[in-house]
């Protein structure tokens, strides 16, 4: 008899969580190469096109968290490429929306990559957070609007020049300018030999 208490004692404090887990009605996607943002609404309906894209983001698991635990255990290693942002906005309880934001990596090898970062608001708690790899994501970016192969140089690209490489350039030709500078001026301040 007790174990059954607690069994519905238990499911009873789950309900409101469970009740208010709802998705989101909006995300926009932005990041390089892209003219304009994307955003995806729709309705929560399975197989909607908000809801394709939030299952395929990781969206659930990383905002409330799911047993088994299907998320990451830590980044994966080696370049992820370009970073996108995911912005979504989650209708709450009292006509609230919570922002909620996600990294996205959809170029990354061999499955796009979300980050959500854990402790954002969301309803009464808030989000779990974590690293989520899927190999439906990507295909499901482009059907939306991504370019299928990213734009713009990516950190492992060997023609890439990032913002401290190019300060370091920069400084670079600045001291050969000045060092010919000097030898010029100096050049002309020789007395011409006597024929």
């Known amino acids: 008899m007790k174990r059954i208490l607690l069994l519905l ?46 299952e395929a983001a990781g969206f659930f698991p990383a905002a409330f968290g799911q047993q088994p635990d299907p998320m990451l255990p830590s980044r994966p290693k080696g370049s992820l490429g370009p ?16 922002p909620i934001a996600q990294d996205l990596y959809p170029y990354a090898k061999p499955f796009a990559l979300t980050y959500m970062a854990p402790g954002q608001k969301i309803f009464y708690g808030s989000t779990r957070g974590g690293w989520w790899e899927s190999p ?8 939306a609007g991504l370019p299928a192969k990213p734009t713009t140089p990516t950190s492992d690209s060997s023609s890439f020049v990032s913002g401290g490489q190019l300060g370091a350039l920069a400084g670079g030709a600045a001291l050969l300018i000045a060092i ?10 020789r007395p011409e030999p006597a024929a």
């Open 136 to 143: 439906m994501l990507k295909q499901t970016l482009v059907k």
């Open 9 to 54: 004692a238990i499911a009873a404090l789950a309900l409101p969580a469970a009740a208010f887990a709802k998705g989101p009605s909006e995300a926009k996607i932005d990041g390089p190469g892209l003219d304009k943002a994307i955003t995806i609404t729709g309705t929560e309906e399975t197989g909607s096109p908000l809801m394709t894209f939030a």
């Open 180 to 189: 010919g500078s000097v030898i010029f001026m100096r050049r002309r301040e």
């Open 83 to 98: 970073k996108f942002s995911i912005d979504y906005t989650v209708p709450g309880p009292e006509g609230q929306n919570y």
